[in-house]
């Protein structure tokens, strides 16, 4: 029998989980769907399947994989969703309760899962190779069908990776290639990164090993036309101090952030670090070559509260929290190795997303969830046009929004010449909504607004298939 969640942050309104899944063939449409928007529109994000074990303490990061599958065709949204069945989610739909700890701590573990593979799959779901792949950080993919939903299995690249892969690929339009990473890739706590490349068939073409300076938490990687970049920021791993009971991962700002360059041709041996003064970021717009440096468009703070600092206390407003668009310059054929940074904007921001057919190129247009509240939740829609340095903003206050998702008007189509798809929560209703704006015209609102039934859990990110 299942026993009702604890109330928690993460377990109750926005991001409190549904615990169903659910077909719905023809979705209430308000407003008009544009009827050159034909594809299928997937996201990923955590609904735990059950509540967590008794006196552990939940996080938003360890609830079961859910897809939202939305199909986009003649003028009708088609919507279902699936769990992913993970070897974790298996176990403990057998024995009906949680078997593992919170973010797979083998401390809070059940004895019975000592041992067992830990994966929720519940952060990014991406499409390369005619593969669709749910993805978590910490370990391989998972293979779904990509019309069911229904689970293949876990996908290693025929056995070629042994170790985790990143949640964020990217993915080089002109080659076809993906390329992913994989952090503390010989072992947790290990300072390893493995850089992998697989071609447009999916087939694994490159796998280097890097070594950092120090394990850190890494949740995103850059990648150009000419170079892939591995930040290390100062979030910092430690097994010695796991070991005699401190605190496992540490914000430590005297170390600064490190980001180690190596060419796509190259190999391990030709990595360079370059340093900087200490940031953090979870995620990047894109990155693209300039002559002889490289530019990185990302939302960027001088400190995180992901985790305190060595004396237990944790980093505060007046260290530089909210994360905001900034620009990092890598001079590759310089002399220096520092990496100088511009502001390009002063509201706080997340989940940015580009035209992914320029993703590793230079780009003109940005998409991000921005506002006043720095936190998990934002309720403005921002368009940053990079040509000309502005930004434009649409936003309702009943509404909490999700990571916007870009969709060509047809593969040929300039860049930004498409649709904006976003999960957003109406407050007023306690019911999910999707969300549909021409891409460089935000200020209009949405133009169509696909109505669900019920709440879908705040998550993660998404990725659109074009029909």
Known sequence: ?????????????????????????????????????????????????????????????????????????????????RWVRTEKYALERAAGRSLFGVLGNPMKSDPSVAGEHYNTANTHVVWHGNRLMALMEGTIAVELEPKTLATIGNFNYGGKINGPIT??????????????????????????????????????????????????????????????????YPLVF???????????????????????????????????????????????????????????????????????????????????????????TIDVGGTTNTVSEEQLDDMPCEFPRTDDRFMTRAHRHAWLVGGADAQLMFNRLV????????????????????????????????????????LAYDQSTALSQLLVFVATDIERGPVARALLPLRIPAGFHGTWVGA
């Open 383 to 422: 368009h940053f046009d990079k040509l000309t340095g502005t930004r434009t903003l649409w936003g309702d206050d009943r509404y909490l929004l999700g990571e916007p998702v870009f969709a060509p008007r047809s593969a040929s189509a300039p860049e930004g010449d498409g649709y904006v798809l976003m």
């Open 1 to 81: 029998m299942t026993q009702p969640f604890p109330q928690h942050a993460f377990l109750t309104g926005p991001t409190a989980p549904s615990g169903v899944e659910c077909d719905a063939p023809d979705l209430i449409i308000e407003g008009e769907l544009p009827a050159d928007l034909n594809g299928v529109y997937f996201r990923n994000g955590p609904d735990p399947l059950y509540p967590p074990r008794e006196g552990d303490e939940y996080h938003w990061f360890h609830g079961d994989g859910m897809i939202q599958r939305f199909e986009f065709s003649g003028g009708r949204v088609a919507w279902k969703n």
């Open 167 to 232: 949640a964020h690929p990217k993915f080089d339009h002109a080659s076809g290639e993906m390329v992913f990473f994989g952090n503390q890739a010989k072992g947790p706590f290990s300072e390893f990164l493995r850089m992998n490349v697989a071609d447009r068939d999916g087939n694994l073409i490159k796998d280097e090993m890097i070594e950092a300076p120090f394990p850190s938490f890494a949740h995103d990687f850059f990648v150009t036309e000419k170079y892939v970049v591995f930040p290390v």
């Open 238 to 328: 430690s097994l010695e101090r796991a070991i005699a009971g401190g605190i496992p991962m540490a914000w430590e700002p005297e170390r600064g952030a490190h980001f180690g360059v190596m060419p796509r041709a190259g190999s391990a041996a030709d990595v360079t670090w370059h340093n900087m003064d200490p940031r953090w970021s979870f995620h990047m717009v894109n990155a693209w070559d300039e002559g002889d440096t490289i530019k990185v468009d990302v939302c960027a703070s001088n400190a995180t509260r992901f985790a305190p600092k060595l004396d237990g206390t944790m980093a505060s407003a007046d260290d530089g929290l909210s994360p905001v668009l900034r620009r990092w």
